[in-house]
Nanobody, 115 residues
Framework: QVPLVESGGGLVQAGGSLRLSCAAS????????MGWYRQAPGKERELVASIDRSDSTNYADSVKGRFTISRDNAESAVYLQMNNLKPEDTGIYYCNQKWLGLDVWGQGTQVTVSS
């Protein structure tokens, strides 16, 4: 399995923006459902957004209207544009790739939103 490589996390003030990127396996990328999950301290990992091979998207209610997931099949990459960030968006963000029985996770990237 080719690991997922995430980038783009960091520290930002409330109201600011960040863009996360994830590079994935080229051979099956366009067949995969790609997702972004996050885990806040003391909480379970939760789905933030996902995008399937038809570009249909799904968002957690808490991020609708603020976050946008997109994919570039030519680059085998998935992105998460995060606008109007809130302190409750703080956590480790993980990229995920699913295809048939394959379920691959990235190492995570820290996002910290200060108030």
């Amino acid at each position: 399995q080719v690991p997922l490589v995430e980038s783009g996390g960091g520290l930002v003030q409330a109201g600011g923006s960040l863009r996360l990127s994830c590079a994935a396996s080229r051979s099956i990328f366009k067949l995969s459902v790609m997702g972004w999950y996050r885990q806040a301290p003391g909480k379970e990992r939760e789905l933030v957004a996902s995008i399937d091979r038809s570009d249909s998207t799904n968002y957690a209610d808490s991020v609708k209207g603020r976050f946008t997931i997109s994919r570039d099949n030519a680059e085998s990459a998935v992105y998460l544009q995060m606008n109007n960030l809130k302190p409750e968006d703080t956590g480790i963000y993980y990229c995920n790739q699913k295809w048939l029985g394959l379920d691959v996770w990235g190492q995570g990237t820290q996002v910290t939103v200060s108030s």
